[in-house]
Protein backbone atom coordinates (compact mmCIF):
# COMPACT_ATOMS: atom_id res chain seq x y z
CA UNK A 1 0.00 0.00 0.00
CA UNK A 2 1.53 3.18 -1.08
CA UNK A 3 -0.08 6.37 -1.04
CA UNK A 4 0.62 9.46 -2.59
CA UNK A 5 -1.22 12.98 -1.97
CA UNK A 6 -1.08 15.61 -4.19
CA UNK A 7 0.01 18.99 -2.88
CA UNK A 8 0.37 21.55 -5.13
CA UNK A 9 1.84 20.29 -8.51
CA UNK A 10 4.55 17.97 -5.85
CA UNK A 11 3.53 14.48 -4.68
CA UNK A 12 3.99 14.08 -1.42
CA UNK A 13 4.13 10.20 0.62
CA UNK A 14 1.80 10.56 3.34
CA UNK A 15 3.99 7.45 4.79
CA UNK A 16 7.17 10.06 5.33
CA UNK A 17 5.01 12.71 7.04
CA UNK A 18 3.71 10.07 9.35
CA UNK A 19 7.50 9.01 9.74
CA UNK A 20 8.52 12.53 10.82
CA UNK A 21 5.64 13.35 12.84
CA UNK A 22 6.88 9.66 14.89
CA UNK A 23 10.32 11.01 15.03
CA UNK A 24 9.40 14.61 16.72
CA UNK A 25 6.22 14.17 18.62
CA UNK A 26 4.82 10.77 19.01
CA UNK A 27 8.28 7.91 19.11
CA UNK A 28 7.88 7.13 22.91
CA UNK A 29 4.02 6.48 22.69
CA UNK A 30 4.14 4.01 20.00
CA UNK A 31 7.33 2.08 21.49
CA UNK A 32 4.83 1.99 24.69
CA UNK A 33 2.58 0.61 22.21
CA UNK A 34 5.10 -1.98 20.78
CA UNK A 35 5.86 -3.26 24.09
CA UNK A 36 2.24 -3.78 25.45
CA UNK A 37 1.04 -4.89 21.87
CA UNK A 38 3.70 -7.71 22.16
CA UNK A 39 1.79 -9.53 24.68
CA UNK A 40 -1.52 -9.43 23.62
CA UNK A 41 -3.77 -11.82 21.33
CA UNK A 42 -4.48 -10.16 18.04
CA UNK A 43 -7.14 -11.20 15.59
CA UNK A 44 -6.08 -12.28 14.08
CA UNK A 45 1.07 -25.74 -2.17
CA UNK A 46 0.29 -27.64 -4.18
CA UNK A 47 -0.12 -30.91 -5.37
CA UNK A 48 1.79 -32.02 -8.33
CA UNK A 49 5.13 -32.09 -9.42
CA UNK A 50 7.81 -34.88 -8.51
CA UNK A 51 8.04 -34.04 -4.88
CA UNK A 52 7.35 -35.01 -1.83
CA UNK A 53 3.55 -33.60 -1.69
CA UNK A 54 3.74 -33.87 2.04
CA UNK A 55 5.99 -30.32 1.59
CA UNK A 56 4.05 -28.56 -0.64
CA UNK A 57 0.52 -28.95 0.98
CA UNK A 58 -1.38 -26.23 3.05
CA UNK A 59 -4.06 -27.17 5.59
CA UNK A 60 -6.71 -24.98 4.36
CA UNK A 61 -9.77 -26.87 3.49
CA UNK A 62 -11.87 -24.60 1.52
CA UNK A 63 -9.42 -25.11 -1.73
CA UNK A 64 -10.51 -26.42 -5.03
CA UNK A 65 -8.61 -27.39 -7.81
CA UNK A 66 -9.11 -25.23 -11.14
CA UNK A 67 -10.64 -27.32 -13.65
CA UNK A 68 -11.23 -24.41 -16.12
CA UNK A 69 -11.13 -25.59 -19.13
CA UNK A 70 -9.53 -23.71 -21.55
CA UNK A 71 -8.55 -20.59 -19.14
CA UNK A 72 -7.13 -18.47 -21.58
CA UNK A 73 -9.34 -15.96 -23.52
CA UNK A 74 -8.35 -14.95 -26.95
CA UNK A 75 -4.85 -14.63 -27.97
CA UNK A 76 -2.18 -13.03 -25.61
CA UNK A 77 -1.99 -8.81 -26.92
CA UNK A 78 1.13 -6.93 -26.82
CA UNK A 79 1.20 -5.16 -23.91
CA UNK A 80 2.28 -1.93 -24.96
CA UNK A 81 1.81 1.23 -23.23
CA UNK A 82 3.29 4.86 -24.87
CA UNK A 83 6.79 5.51 -23.66
CA UNK A 84 6.91 2.78 -21.57
CA UNK A 85 10.45 0.84 -21.11
CA UNK A 86 9.72 -2.77 -21.23
CA UNK A 87 12.15 -5.38 -19.75
CA UNK A 88 15.01 -5.46 -22.76
CA UNK A 89 15.32 -9.37 -21.47
CA UNK A 90 11.48 -10.10 -22.30
CA UNK A 91 10.93 -11.55 -25.66
CA UNK A 92 7.64 -11.18 -25.09
CA UNK A 93 5.62 -8.59 -23.29
CA UNK A 94 2.19 -8.90 -23.27
CA UNK A 95 -1.71 -8.98 -21.93
CA UNK A 96 -3.59 -12.50 -21.10
CA UNK A 97 -7.07 -12.37 -20.29
CA UNK A 98 -7.90 -15.24 -18.46
CA UNK A 99 -10.53 -17.13 -16.78
CA UNK A 100 -10.97 -17.45 -12.90
CA UNK A 101 -13.21 -18.27 -10.06
CA UNK A 102 -14.16 -15.08 -8.26
CA UNK A 103 -15.13 -14.54 -5.25
CA UNK A 104 -19.03 -15.03 -5.36
CA UNK A 105 -17.51 -18.58 -7.04
CA UNK A 106 -18.42 -17.95 -10.50
CA UNK A 107 -16.16 -17.87 -13.01
CA UNK A 108 -15.13 -14.65 -14.12
CA UNK A 109 -12.39 -13.23 -16.48
CA UNK A 110 -9.17 -11.45 -15.80
CA UNK A 111 -5.79 -10.11 -17.02
CA UNK A 112 -2.52 -10.31 -16.28
CA UNK A 113 0.61 -9.20 -18.28
CA UNK A 114 3.37 -12.02 -18.91
CA UNK A 115 6.87 -11.80 -20.04
CA UNK A 116 8.57 -14.38 -21.57
CA UNK A 117 12.55 -15.40 -21.32
CA UNK A 118 14.45 -15.17 -24.98
CA UNK A 119 16.42 -17.54 -23.94
CA UNK A 120 15.19 -21.35 -25.20
CA UNK A 121 13.03 -22.76 -22.69
CA UNK A 122 15.62 -25.76 -20.60
CA UNK A 123 14.11 -29.35 -20.29
CA UNK A 124 11.01 -29.31 -18.54
CA UNK A 125 10.18 -25.43 -19.77
CA UNK A 126 10.58 -22.48 -17.91
CA UNK A 127 9.73 -22.26 -14.09
CA UNK A 128 6.92 -19.41 -13.77
CA UNK A 129 7.08 -16.45 -10.90
CA UNK A 130 4.16 -14.49 -10.33
CA UNK A 131 4.28 -11.11 -9.23
CA UNK A 132 1.83 -9.36 -7.25
CA UNK A 133 1.53 -5.53 -7.32
CA UNK A 134 1.39 -3.00 -4.37
CA UNK A 135 -2.15 -0.84 -4.28
CA UNK A 136 -2.83 0.93 -6.96
CA UNK A 137 -6.46 1.56 -6.54
CA UNK A 138 -10.05 -1.12 -7.12
CA UNK A 139 -10.59 0.69 -10.79
CA UNK A 140 -10.30 -0.92 -13.86
CA UNK A 141 -8.23 2.01 -15.14
CA UNK A 142 -6.12 1.09 -12.10
CA UNK A 143 -4.57 -1.82 -13.05
CA UNK A 144 -1.02 -2.44 -14.09
CA UNK A 145 -1.70 -3.52 -17.30
CA UNK A 146 -3.42 -0.70 -18.85
CA UNK A 147 -0.72 1.60 -17.14
CA UNK A 148 3.12 1.83 -17.42
CA UNK A 149 5.30 -1.24 -15.95
CA UNK A 150 6.18 2.17 -13.19
CA UNK A 151 3.44 2.14 -11.19
CA UNK A 152 2.17 3.06 -8.76
CA UNK A 153 5.07 5.69 -9.13
CA UNK A 154 8.38 5.65 -11.26
CA UNK A 155 10.66 3.35 -10.49
CA UNK A 156 13.07 1.06 -12.11
CA UNK A 157 13.13 -1.10 -9.33
CA UNK A 158 9.85 -3.13 -10.88
CA UNK A 159 11.36 -3.21 -14.29
CA UNK A 160 14.54 -4.61 -13.35
CA UNK A 161 12.61 -7.28 -10.93
CA UNK A 162 11.00 -8.70 -14.38
CA UNK A 163 13.85 -8.38 -16.40
CA UNK A 164 16.25 -10.20 -13.98
CA UNK A 165 13.36 -13.01 -13.57
CA UNK A 166 13.33 -12.94 -17.73
CA UNK A 167 17.56 -12.69 -17.92
CA UNK A 168 17.45 -15.69 -15.35
CA UNK A 169 15.57 -17.82 -17.31
CA UNK A 170 11.73 -18.02 -15.72
CA UNK A 171 8.07 -16.76 -17.11
CA UNK A 172 6.66 -13.64 -14.76
CA UNK A 173 2.76 -13.42 -14.99
CA UNK A 174 1.74 -10.52 -12.96
CA UNK A 175 -1.95 -10.49 -12.64
CA UNK A 176 -4.07 -7.12 -12.27
CA UNK A 177 -6.25 -9.51 -9.94
CA UNK A 178 -10.00 -9.84 -9.98
CA UNK A 179 -12.28 -6.86 -10.67
CA UNK A 180 -9.00 -4.88 -12.17
CA UNK A 181 -8.76 -4.70 -16.09
CA UNK A 182 -11.48 -7.29 -16.76
CA UNK A 183 -13.20 -6.56 -20.06
CA UNK A 184 -16.62 -6.03 -19.01
CA UNK A 185 -15.29 -2.85 -16.42
CA UNK A 186 -18.23 -3.51 -14.28
CA UNK A 187 -16.56 -5.53 -11.12
CA UNK A 188 -15.44 -3.93 -7.82
CA UNK A 189 -11.98 -5.30 -6.98
CA UNK A 190 -12.21 -7.27 -3.30
CA UNK A 191 -9.61 -5.06 -2.33
CA UNK A 192 -7.39 -7.36 0.07
CA UNK A 193 -9.50 -10.14 0.00
CA UNK A 194 -6.97 -12.78 0.72
CA UNK A 195 -9.22 -15.60 -1.19
CA UNK A 196 -9.60 -13.24 -4.27
CA UNK A 197 -6.24 -12.31 -4.75
CA UNK A 198 -4.47 -15.66 -4.24
CA UNK A 199 -7.05 -17.27 -7.18
CA UNK A 200 -6.13 -14.33 -8.87
CA UNK A 201 -2.50 -16.03 -8.62
CA UNK A 202 -2.59 -19.10 -8.80
CA UNK A 203 -5.44 -19.44 -11.84
CA UNK A 204 -3.15 -16.90 -13.83
CA UNK A 205 -0.63 -19.35 -13.14
CA UNK A 206 -2.61 -22.42 -14.63
CA UNK A 207 -3.65 -19.91 -17.23
CA UNK A 208 0.08 -18.88 -18.18
CA UNK A 209 1.01 -22.87 -18.38
CA UNK A 210 -2.40 -23.58 -20.71
CA UNK A 211 -0.81 -20.54 -23.10
CA UNK A 212 2.51 -21.69 -23.34
CA UNK A 213 2.04 -25.21 -22.98
CA UNK A 214 5.65 -27.09 -23.20
CA UNK A 215 7.53 -23.93 -23.20
CA UNK A 216 6.68 -23.24 -19.38
CA UNK A 217 7.47 -25.73 -16.26
CA UNK A 218 5.01 -26.45 -13.38
CA UNK A 219 7.28 -25.31 -11.15
CA UNK A 220 6.14 -22.17 -10.02
CA UNK A 221 6.84 -19.41 -6.90
CA UNK A 222 5.10 -16.03 -5.69
CA UNK A 223 6.46 -12.96 -4.85
CA UNK A 224 4.86 -9.60 -3.55
CA UNK A 225 5.39 -6.17 -2.34
CA UNK A 226 2.32 -4.36 0.43
CA UNK A 227 -0.84 -5.59 -1.35
CA UNK A 228 1.43 -7.79 -3.43
CA UNK A 229 3.05 -9.06 0.04
CA UNK A 230 -0.76 -9.91 1.59
CA UNK A 231 -1.31 -11.36 -2.31
CA UNK A 232 1.51 -13.67 -2.39
CA UNK A 233 0.67 -14.86 1.21
CA UNK A 234 -2.72 -15.91 0.24
CA UNK A 235 -1.23 -18.17 -2.67
CA UNK A 236 0.92 -19.57 -0.18
CA UNK A 237 -2.11 -20.69 1.43
CA UNK A 238 -4.54 -21.80 -1.25
CA UNK A 239 -1.80 -23.00 -4.24
CA UNK A 240 -3.22 -26.23 -3.61
CA UNK A 241 -5.70 -24.71 -6.25
CA UNK A 242 -3.25 -24.37 -8.86
CA UNK A 243 -2.49 -28.16 -8.94
CA UNK A 244 1.17 -27.94 -9.87
CA UNK A 245 4.59 -27.55 -8.05
CA UNK A 246 4.41 -25.13 -5.82
CA UNK A 247 8.03 -23.69 -4.39
CA UNK A 248 7.13 -20.83 -1.99
CA UNK A 249 6.25 -16.82 -1.35
CA UNK A 250 8.76 -14.21 -0.73
CA UNK A 251 6.40 -11.22 0.90
CA UNK A 252 7.83 -8.14 1.08
CA UNK A 253 5.85 -5.98 3.81
CA UNK A 254 2.70 -7.74 3.72
CA UNK A 255 -0.31 -6.02 4.30
CA UNK A 256 -1.70 -7.71 7.67
CA UNK A 257 -3.55 -6.69 10.46
CA UNK A 258 -5.13 -3.73 9.21
CA UNK A 259 -7.52 -2.41 12.09
CA UNK A 260 -3.73 -2.23 14.22
CA UNK A 261 -1.94 -0.55 11.55
CA UNK A 262 -5.06 1.38 11.76
CA UNK A 263 -5.37 1.89 15.36
CA UNK A 264 -1.51 2.55 15.74
CA UNK A 265 -1.36 5.35 13.39
CA UNK A 266 -4.67 6.92 14.40
CA UNK A 267 -2.80 7.35 17.63
CA UNK A 268 0.08 8.83 16.62
CA UNK A 269 -1.59 11.50 14.65
CA UNK A 270 -4.06 12.17 17.40
CA UNK A 271 -1.99 15.02 18.20
CA UNK A 272 0.19 16.03 15.36
CA UNK A 273 0.02 19.34 13.49
CA UNK A 274 -2.46 20.17 11.38
CA UNK A 275 -0.59 19.60 7.87
CA UNK A 276 0.78 16.45 9.26
CA UNK A 277 -2.62 15.20 9.92
CA UNK A 278 -4.53 15.78 6.85
CA UNK A 279 -1.85 13.97 5.00
CA UNK A 280 -1.93 11.34 7.33
CA UNK A 281 -5.03 11.17 7.68
CA UNK A 282 -6.17 11.07 3.94
CA UNK A 283 -3.59 7.84 3.43
CA UNK A 284 -5.32 5.83 6.09
CA UNK A 285 -9.03 7.09 4.85
CA UNK A 286 -7.99 5.71 1.20
CA UNK A 287 -7.14 2.45 2.69
CA UNK A 288 -10.56 2.36 4.39
CA UNK A 289 -12.46 3.81 1.34
CA UNK A 290 -10.30 0.57 -0.45
CA UNK A 291 -11.62 -2.03 1.92
CA UNK A 292 -15.15 -0.42 1.99
CA UNK A 293 -15.00 -1.07 -2.10
CA UNK A 294 -13.42 -4.37 -1.24
CA UNK A 295 -16.26 -5.12 1.38
CA UNK A 296 -18.92 -4.23 -1.10
CA UNK A 297 -17.87 -6.55 -3.78
CA UNK A 298 -18.73 -9.29 -1.41
CA UNK A 299 -22.31 -7.50 -0.18
CA UNK A 300 -22.83 -5.37 -3.02
CA UNK A 301 -26.47 -4.55 -1.26
CA UNK A 302 -24.75 -3.60 1.71
CA UNK A 303 -23.98 0.62 2.35
CA UNK A 304 -20.48 -0.01 3.05
CA UNK A 305 -19.79 3.69 2.59
CA UNK A 306 -22.12 5.14 4.77
CA UNK A 307 -21.81 2.05 7.47
CA UNK A 308 -17.61 3.29 7.45
CA UNK A 309 -18.10 6.78 6.91
CA UNK A 310 -19.80 9.66 8.37
CA UNK A 311 -21.91 12.05 5.85
CA UNK A 312 -20.57 13.83 3.74
CA UNK A 313 -17.12 11.74 4.08
CA UNK A 314 -19.24 8.56 2.81
CA UNK A 315 -19.50 10.37 -0.78
CA UNK A 316 -15.84 11.34 -1.06
CA UNK A 317 -15.44 7.28 -0.12
CA UNK A 318 -17.42 6.03 -3.11
CA UNK A 319 -15.04 7.53 -5.23
CA UNK A 320 -12.68 4.52 -4.82
CA UNK A 321 -14.38 2.34 -7.09
CA UNK A 322 -13.37 4.96 -9.93
CA UNK A 323 -10.26 6.68 -8.84
CA UNK A 324 -6.63 5.26 -8.05
CA UNK A 325 -4.58 6.22 -5.45
CA UNK A 326 -3.48 9.72 -6.12
CA UNK A 327 -6.60 10.95 -6.86
CA UNK A 328 -8.53 9.26 -3.78
CA UNK A 329 -5.47 11.00 -1.58
CA UNK A 330 -6.62 14.44 -3.31
CA UNK A 331 -10.22 13.74 -2.64
CA UNK A 332 -10.05 13.09 0.82
CA UNK A 333 -7.17 16.37 1.74
CA UNK A 334 -8.77 18.68 -0.20
CA UNK A 335 -11.67 19.35 2.28
CA UNK A 336 -9.60 18.21 5.28
CA UNK A 337 -7.74 21.44 4.21
CA UNK A 338 -10.50 23.71 4.09
CA UNK A 339 -12.13 22.80 7.43
CA UNK A 340 -8.62 22.88 8.83
CA UNK A 341 -7.97 26.73 7.28
CA UNK A 342 -12.01 27.72 8.46
CA UNK A 343 -11.56 26.25 11.73
CA UNK A 344 -8.26 26.40 12.97
CA UNK A 345 -7.82 22.31 13.41
CA UNK A 346 -9.30 19.41 12.45
CA UNK A 347 -11.91 18.68 15.17
CA UNK A 348 -14.85 17.40 15.15
CA UNK A 349 -14.09 16.20 10.68
CA UNK A 350 -16.56 14.18 10.14
CA UNK A 351 -14.48 11.18 8.94
CA UNK A 352 -15.40 7.53 10.54
CA UNK A 353 -17.74 6.56 12.60
CA UNK A 354 -17.63 5.41 15.98
CA UNK A 355 -17.65 1.52 16.58
CA UNK A 356 -17.77 0.40 12.36
CA UNK A 357 -15.33 -1.79 12.72
CA UNK A 358 -17.94 -3.74 15.39
CA UNK A 359 -20.36 -4.14 12.21
CA UNK A 360 -20.64 -7.69 11.06
CA UNK A 361 -19.63 -7.33 7.10
CA UNK A 362 -16.35 -5.28 8.74
CA UNK A 363 -15.76 -7.66 11.18
CA UNK A 364 -15.90 -10.59 8.89
CA UNK A 365 -13.13 -8.56 6.59
CA UNK A 366 -11.02 -7.67 9.21
CA UNK A 367 -11.14 -10.94 11.62
CA UNK A 368 -11.49 -13.16 8.76
CA UNK A 369 -10.77 -12.12 5.15
CA UNK A 370 -8.45 -10.11 5.49
CA UNK A 371 -5.69 -11.72 7.37
CA UNK A 372 -3.44 -14.11 6.27
CA UNK A 373 -1.78 -17.56 7.32
CA UNK A 374 -4.78 -18.31 10.12
CA UNK A 375 -3.97 -21.83 8.76
CA UNK A 376 -0.77 -23.93 9.01
CA UNK A 377 1.04 -23.48 5.65
CA UNK A 378 4.04 -26.07 5.14
CA UNK A 379 5.52 -24.71 2.03
CA UNK A 380 8.60 -21.88 2.48
CA UNK A 381 7.85 -18.23 3.04
CA UNK A 382 10.22 -15.43 3.29
CA UNK A 383 8.84 -12.18 4.84
CA UNK A 384 10.85 -9.32 4.43
CA UNK A 385 9.80 -6.18 6.89
CA UNK A 386 11.40 -2.80 7.56
CA UNK A 387 11.74 -1.22 10.75
CA UNK A 388 10.95 2.16 9.37
CA UNK A 389 7.63 1.28 7.42
CA UNK A 390 5.18 3.45 8.83
CA UNK A 391 2.42 1.68 6.09
CA UNK A 392 2.67 -1.43 6.99
CA UNK A 393 3.99 -1.27 10.61
CA UNK A 394 6.88 -3.47 11.76
CA UNK A 395 4.70 -4.02 14.88
CA UNK A 396 1.72 -5.86 12.65
CA UNK A 397 4.32 -8.12 10.94
CA UNK A 398 6.20 -9.31 13.91
CA UNK A 399 2.41 -10.60 15.16
CA UNK A 400 1.76 -12.32 11.92
CA UNK A 401 4.40 -14.32 11.99
CA UNK A 402 4.43 -15.09 15.70
CA UNK A 403 0.76 -15.96 15.27
CA UNK A 404 1.54 -17.72 11.85
CA UNK A 405 4.68 -19.42 13.85
CA UNK A 406 2.54 -20.91 17.32
CA UNK A 407 0.47 -22.63 14.01
CA UNK A 408 3.53 -24.23 12.88
CA UNK A 409 4.34 -22.50 9.58
CA UNK A 410 8.01 -21.90 9.22
CA UNK A 411 8.73 -18.50 7.99
CA UNK A 412 12.19 -17.35 7.22
CA UNK A 413 11.58 -13.23 9.01
CA UNK A 414 13.93 -11.07 7.83
CA UNK A 415 13.61 -7.48 9.24
CA UNK A 416 15.87 -4.16 8.90
CA UNK A 417 15.92 -1.44 10.59
CA UNK A 418 16.66 1.12 7.71
CA UNK A 419 14.25 -0.28 4.93
CA UNK A 420 10.97 1.92 5.00
CA UNK A 421 7.54 0.90 2.90
CA UNK A 422 8.81 0.17 -0.29
CA UNK A 423 12.92 -0.51 1.23
CA UNK A 424 12.08 -4.49 1.94
CA UNK A 425 11.83 -4.29 -2.17
CA UNK A 426 14.03 -1.92 -3.68
CA UNK A 427 16.92 -2.80 -1.50
CA UNK A 428 16.20 -6.64 -2.29
CA UNK A 429 15.99 -6.11 -6.16
CA UNK A 430 19.05 -4.11 -5.94
CA UNK A 431 21.48 -5.88 -4.25
CA UNK A 432 20.13 -9.33 -5.90
CA UNK A 433 18.76 -11.02 -3.03
CA UNK A 434 15.14 -11.45 -4.17
CA UNK A 435 15.96 -13.07 -7.52
CA UNK A 436 18.34 -15.07 -5.46
CA UNK A 437 15.57 -15.93 -3.03
CA UNK A 438 13.45 -16.96 -6.42
CA UNK A 439 16.15 -19.22 -7.39
CA UNK A 440 16.78 -20.93 -4.31
CA UNK A 441 12.99 -21.88 -3.96
CA UNK A 442 12.80 -22.83 -7.32
CA UNK A 443 15.83 -25.60 -7.13
CA UNK A 444 13.96 -27.51 -5.03
Known sequence: MIYWISAGKRLVDPAELIEKMIKRKNYMKLKLLSVLLTGSTLFLTACGGDDDNSDHLSTSSDVDV???QNPVVN?????????????????????????????TGQETQATALVFTPKTAPPAGGWPIVAWAHGTTGVADKCAPSKNKLFVPIADV??????????KAGYVVVAPDYEGMGEPSEKEIHPFLNLKS???SITDAVVATKSWLGNKASNKWAVAGISQGGHAALGAAQYAARANMDYKGAVAMAPANN??????????ALADADGLIQIGGYAALDTLTAYMAAGIKAVNPTEAVY???????TDKIAEKAERECLAGMGAAFALPMTVYNIKNGSLKDYPRKKEGYKNDPIVRQFLGTDSQPLQTLVKTPIIIYQGGKDTVVLPQATDALVAQARALTTKIDYRTNSSWDHTGSFTANVDNGQLLEDIKTLLAN
Open 157 to 166: HTQKMVDDFV
Open 75 to 103: TPVPYNIKNDVLPPNADESVVMTYKMKGI
Open 66 to 68: NNI
Open 197 to 199: EAY
Open 306 to 312: SIIFKTP
Open 258 to 267: LELIENLSEM
